[in-house]
């Protein structure tokens, strides 16, 4: 696998990038020069070092209340990789499940799954998003549970039709006649088959759901607004996006960085698991 990883470009340019922010993730509190809450309002919207006014104790410069920028971002990567993450792993297992269930078994659990996801999928989902939001009110758990169930619909319907198409193989009807129970059959024999959609699926989820996060805060709803995450950053800069540029620009390069090694490297790893492409 690694010898695989080796030599695709992109694949290791997206595995590097990927590596590159959760160990920033990771080491937060060694890396970041200051509290990322604390204000200093004689010190607001100071540009980053190499611009003119810059100065070497802000590197990134500050935002409207004086808070280092760079402090910020290195922090908020731990929550925006967590709530994309731990989101999209959620959806995936939800999807997946409900997918497979609904693929294999087909009659009235077929017609349960999918008239659930039509309905889900029939409400504009920033409004569903925001009426959760509204109830359970502001936190962590509460943003990913949304990014859960903004994304299993997804999964459900691509695994189910992959399921659909499988199920009805030749080698599906031999160990189904050897004896081998559903669950095995499912799990064994079926599933391997249809990791590589759920990979490309999880990784644009992991894009979608950074976007969510971002939408939430920006109206006020996602995560607590004393917790540092890429989507607040860029919602709280719109206000200077002329005056103070790198306060937009920054945590985008960061969201854009991400995205993209998620996707190198999903493409990759894809590749390298699918089998029919070694056919």
Known sequence: ??????????????AALVILVICIALFANIIAPADPNKQNLLNKYKPPAWYEGGSIDHLLGTDSLGRDELSRLVHGSRYTLMVAFVGTIVAGAAGVLLGSLSGYYGGIIDVAIMRIAEIQLAFPFVLLALFIAAVLGQGLGNVIFIAGLSGWVRYARVVRGEFMAIKEMEYIEAVRALGCRNMRIIYHHIMPNVISPIIVIGTLEIAKIVLMEASLSYLGVGIPIIIPTWGRMLSEAQVAI?????LSALPGLFI?????????????????????LDV
């Open 1 to 14: 696998m690694l010898k695989s990883l080796l030599k695709s470009k992109t694949g290791l340019l997206g």
């Open 242 to 246: 002329f005056n103070a540029p790198w």
């Open 256 to 276: 854009l960085l991400t995205v993209l090694g998620v996707n190198l490297f999903g493409d990759w790893l894809r590749d390298y698991l699918d089998p029919r």
